[in-house]
């Protein structure tokens, strides 16, 4: 899991206002285009189906969609930031403001739940929500998450 957020690409800022599966189907788009999945529709579907059966928005403003997958290599993570917040049906019922999409090989089950715990490390260990601030420049944000992953590893 060391490469994980070494390509700033992996950065999202979205300032658009978006329903949650537009959300999620523009975040697994870009997946795409930066050469993670081959495959939108599946993995948007299985995204889909993961989060109906129990939202993936763990609280204070942060959401977690993951999906494994056979087409995937390894584990990726794309983290977006979102000012605006997305309606992700959290339990808090606090807009999702970081995301945190998980796309793993299915194979992968140990790593896949290594970066969901890794997630959460980050999220209440690091100081990485306070960091940000409202931060809009990816190539910004990137270096303060690299930072903050580099300690919960």
């Known amino acids: 899991m060391q490469k994980i957020f070494d390509d700033p690409k992996t950065i999202l800022v979205i300032e658009e206002d978006f329903e949650k599966s537009q959300l999620i189907r523009k975040v697994v788009e870009y997946a795409h285009a930066i050469n993670i999945i081959e495959d939108i529709e599946a993995t948007y579907n299985a995204v889909i189906k993961r989060e109906s059966m129990c939202s993936t928005a763990i609280g204070d403003g942060v959401a977690i969609p993951h999906a494994k997958l056979p087409f995937v290599v390894g584990v990726n993570i794309i983290f977006c930031y ?57 190539m910004r944000i990137h270096s303060i998450l690299k930072e903050c992953w580099g300690q919960v590893l």
């Open 82 to 138: 979102l000012p605006n917040g997305v309606d992700f049906d959290a339990v808090d019922h606090n807009k999702v403001r970081y995301l945190f999409l998980i796309l793993s090989q299915e194979k992968e089950t140990t790593l896949h739940l290594k970066a969901l715990a890794a997630i959460s490390k980050l999220i209440k260990n690091t100081g990485f929500i306070n960091q940000l601030n409202g931060e809009m420049e990816p």
